[in-house]
C-alpha cells in the first residue's frame, strides 16, 4: 500500500521502482507448495498453526471413534448417531483444512498485490509522459 501512495505523490524515481519490481519478481519464485508450506509454519503465529493442529487432531479422533462405534453396535438408531457424528467430524476436518490453506496462501495474495501496485505505478508513470 505505501508503494501506491507513493505514486500519486510522483515520489518513485524510475531506479526505485525498477529496484521493486526486481524484489517482487525474485518474490514471485516463491510460489512453491513446499515454500508456502514452510511460510505456513515459520511466519504464521503459532497460535493459529496449534489451533489448526489441535482442531484437527480432535476431528480426526472423533471420525475414528465414531466410525468404529458404528460397526459394534447392532441398534439402527444407534448406528444413525454414530453415522451421524462421523459425517460431522469429517466436515469439521474438510473444514480446517480450508481455513489453512487460506491461511497458505495469504502470503501469495500479498505478494501478487504488490506486484499489481507495481504494474500500475509503470502504468501511471507511462500515461503522465
Excluded at 514471485?28 to 505456513?40: I, S
Excluded at 497460535?47 to 479422533?61: K, M, N, Y
Aim: with cysteine; charged share 25%.
Amino acid at each position: 500500500m505505501v508503494v501506491f501512495k507513493a505514486v500519486w505523490r510522483n515520489a518513485m524515481t524510475e531506479e526505485e521502482l525498477k529496484k521493486a519490481e526486481k524484489e517482487v519478481c525474485e518474490e514471485r519464485g516463491k510460489c512453491a507448495l513446499r515454500t508456502m508450506l514452510k511460510e505456513f509454519y515459520c511466519d504464521t503465529p503459532r497460535s493459529i498453526v496449534i489451533l489448526g493442529l489441535f482442531w484437527s487432531v480432535v476431528f480426526i479422533a472423533g471420525a475414528v471413534y465414531t466410525g468404529i462405534k458404528f460397526f459394534e453396535v447392532e441398534q439402527v438408531q444407534q448406528q444413525i448417531m454414530y453415522a451421524t457424528g462421523f459425517i460431522c467430524f469429517i466436515i469439521g476436518l474438510g473444514l480446517m483444512k480450508v481455513f489453512s490453506w487460506e491461511i497458505i496462501h495469504r502470503n501469495h495474495l500479498e505478494r501478487d498485490i504488490k506486484h499489481l501496485e507495481l504494474r500500475i505505478m509503470e502504468l501511471y508513470g507511462s500515461n503522465k509522459k
